[in-house]
């Protein structure tokens, strides 16, 4: 063995595998270089959605309308700064009017802060935008409420707003067509008592379009307070049915002849008495009965819910003696 490893063929040998181990390094990071290098130069495409725009001008003395809140951006380039770009979005998309003069112009959108490798294409690329000097004013909000959300039998009695008033900024040309200031509660449950919620303040003109102005509060605090109105009214009494063979029914009195019921004041007006039916199919002599109080629509509770009436008999059913008073 040790003759062997003297030997000049295990010195060959040995250097043949070196240098073929040599070859594979030097050519596999060759290869990965070129793989990498071939990855980068590959162009992707995507579309950033939601990016917000800025816009650079005399604030103090003016007032711009056209400007979008959002908008797309399309970028092509390396995939791995795309997704850089994505993840950080450390760049800003703005329009520059500080030079500007009042009047309606189309101006572009600019970008700052991509990388230059990054084909940038904002949508749109130009926007129409009205710059007209700043005026405000201060306007009285008139809170709203949708009767549809009272409770069956409720009905509104007082509607508030916090603040009352608020400021309204924009161009003279849209402070001038202002015609409403409100702000409508919205409530996931019906209501059947004193309720507040905060309400957005929407400024509109005579055809109810959204007029592009700054309001400040933006939103405002809306209560509702509500009633159920109630009335006292007659009870009467009818029978329903048809009472076994010899039996007349002589009369149905009540335990009580008067009940309170609840419920709006538009259907309580008309209502001077409630008209219960008792059934009297199954009655063979005097009887006093348990008869449930319903009420209707618009109606939503009565007091007592359950009255007691002496049903009173003449006669006995067919085939029995009619019994005598006493008996």
């Known amino acids: 063995m040790d003759k062997f490893v003297e030997s000049s063929w295990f010195v060959r040998i040995v ?11 030097v050519n596999f990071g060759d290869f990965q270089l070129t793989q990498k290098a071939d990855d980068s130069a590959q162009t992707n495409s995507e579309v950033i959605t939601d990016v917000p725009v800025q816009a650079y001008y005399d604030t103090e003395n003016l007032f711009v309308s056209g400007v979008p809140d959002k908008v797309k951006v399309e ?32 101006v572009p959108i600019k ?44 009905q509104e009695e007082a509607v508030s707003v916090d603040p009352k008033r608020v400021k309204v900024t924009g161009s003279k040309a849209a402070l001038n067509k202002i015609v409403y200031v409100k702000a409508t509660l919205d409530v996931k449950e019906k209501v059947d008592k004193e309720t507040t919620g905060t309400a957005k303040v929407q400024v509109l003109d005579g055809d109810l379009n959204k007029l592009d102005v700054k ?16 009335k006292k009214i007659a009870l009467r009494f009818f029978p329903k049915g048809t009472p076994p063979k010899g039996i007349k029914i002589r009369s149905i009195k009540p335990e009580t002849e008067e009940i309170t019921i609840y419920g709006k004041e538009s259907i309580l007006r008309d209502m001077e008495e409630l008209v219960v039916p008792v059934e009297v199919d199954s009655i063979k002599k005097d009887t006093t009965l348990t008869v449930p109080i319903e009420i209707g629509e618009g109606l939503n509770f009565v007091s007592p819910q359950l009255v007691k009436v002496k049903v009173t008999v003449e006669g006995s059913p067919e085939g029995e003696p009619e019994k005598k008073n006493g008996e």
């Open 111 to 154: 970008y700052k802060q991509l990388s230059d490798k990054l084909k940038v294409t904002v949508i749109p690329e130009t926007v129409d935008v009205t710059i007209e000097e700043k005026v405000s004013d201060y306007f009285v909000v008139s809170p709203e409420f949708n009767d549809n959300m009272l409770a069956e039998g409720y």
């Open 75 to 106: 970028l092509k380039g390396p995939k791995s700064i795309i997704e850089s770009t994505k993840r950080l979005r450390d760049f800003e998309l703005f329009i520059d009017l500080t030079n500007t003069s009042i009047g309606k112009h189309r």
């Open 215 to 230: 309001i400040e509060p933006e939103t405002v605090q809306v209560s509702i307070s509500v009633k159920n109105p109630s």
């Open 15 to 25: 250097a043949l595998l070196l240098t073929i181990l040599l070859y594979i390094s």
